[in-house]
């Protein structure tokens, strides 16, 4: 039997609407600067794909295949 195991993980940046009503363009400039050099290269280093980027969050999710001992 081969099974699929999936995990889904879902992030947010705390204080979001404060940051960009205080600095849109310096808050806009760190997420995509966080996202280009940690969170796209950790996806990618378990083999993951985002879903879904929007705002301030992700959707991403890695799959890994495994057979049992049966």
């Known amino acids: 039997m081969r099974l699929i195991m999936?995990?889904?993980g879902i992030h947010?940046?705390?204080?979001?609407g404060r940051?960009?009503?205080?600095?849109?363009t310096a808050t806009l400039a760190a997420?995509?600067?966080?996202r280009e050099e940690?969170?796209?290269?950790?996806?990618?280093e378990f083999n993951g794909r985002a879903v879904k980027f929007m705002g301030d969050g992700?959707?991403?999710?890695?799959?890994s295949r495994f057979t049992?001992?049966?």
């Open 12 to 16: 947010d940046v705390v204080g979001y």
């Open 19 to 24: 940051l960009i009503e205080a600095d849109e």
């Open 38 to 44: 940690i969170i796209e290269p950790l996806i990618h």
């Open 68 to 70: 049992t001992g049966d």
């Open 31 to 34: 997420l995509k600067r966080c």
């Open 58 to 63: 992700a959707r991403p999710y890695g799959r």
């Open 6 to 8: 999936l995990a889904v």
